[in-house]
């Protein structure tokens, strides 16, 4: 099945400065990527998503990268801001006929410094 | 707010029982999905349901299943309880699935099982 890693695992930031986020996954199959951003004691909330026939997509201060040959897709956080800090977790949907199961990496928990 | 409810927030019950957690989709969506989110295993997905039928099933315990009924809402039954069963469950939903195309997820605010 699907394998997701998710690095680094903690990531620690100032106030304005980037942060940057990357996962690989196994399924060449794989054609969605979220991202997800969790808040303590919340559900997590998606906060920017690319598919396969696209190499990179942005919104506002948060873009997203991916290299399907080398099987890696990246979240870049510019100008990051304190209320950035949360957990953030990657994942990649199954290829075949189990396309709508998402596999997640691990999380990085992001903490954003003033 | 996602527009995903979940109830309840909190559970706490003892080994060896049983329970039931329930999800209300978004408005519209007809795909429903379980997801466990425990400390060691991270979030995994347990089991999607569309329009009634099960889609698709994950690393799902033979000691849990869930339904969704025809209002679309769904239940996610977890029995014979453990402690390792301690953890968050989220129920996310998707609009009608394009074959082949896996649909942005809108994830519910989780309840929270105790297992004592």
């Known amino acids: 099945g699907e394998n997701v890693e998710q690095h680094p695992s903690t990531l620690s930031v100032q106030e304005g400065d980037s942060a940057v986020i990357k996962c690989t996954y196994s399924d060449s199959a794989s054609n969605y990527f979220p991202w997800y951003k969790q808040e303590l004691g919340k559900g997590p909330q998606l906060i920017i998503d690319?598919?396969?026939?696209?190499g990179e997509k942005k919104d506002q201060r948060i873009a997203v990268t991916l290299n399907k040959t080398a099987k890696h897709f990246s979240l870049h956080i510019t100008e990051t801001q304190p209320e950035d800090s949360a957990v953030y977790f990657c994942?990649?949907?199954?290829?075949?006929?189990?396309?709508?199961?998402?596999?997640f990496g691990q999380g990085t928990i992001l903490t954003v410094h003033p | 707010d996602s527009g995903v409810t979940q109830t309840p927030k909190h559970l706490i019950t003892a080994t060896g029982q049983r329970v039931t957690l329930r999800c209300s989709p978004r408005?519209?969506?007809?795909?429903v999905y379980w997801y466990q989110q425990s400390l060691d295993q991270g979030l995994q997905f347990l089991i999607q349901?569309?329009?009634?039928?099960?889609?698709a099933k994950g690393n799902i315990l033979e000691r849990f299943s869930a339904q969704q009924f025809p209002d679309l809402h769904s239940e996610l039954n977890l029995s014979s309880l453990e402690l390792g069963d301690s953890a968050l469950y989220f129920c996310?939903?998707?609009?009608?699935?394009?074959?082949?195309?896996?649909?942005?997820?809108?994830f519910g605010p989780g309840t929270r099982l105790t297992v004592l």
């Open positions: 408005s519209g969506d007809l795909s």
């Open positions: 690319i598919r396969s026939n696209v």
């Open positions: 994942a990649a949907d199954a290829g075949g006929t189990s396309y709508g199961k998402l596999t």
């Open positions: 349901y569309y329009n009634g039928e099960e889609r």
């Open positions: 996310a939903s998707s609009a009608t699935p394009r074959t082949g195309i896996t649909d942005t997820q809108y």
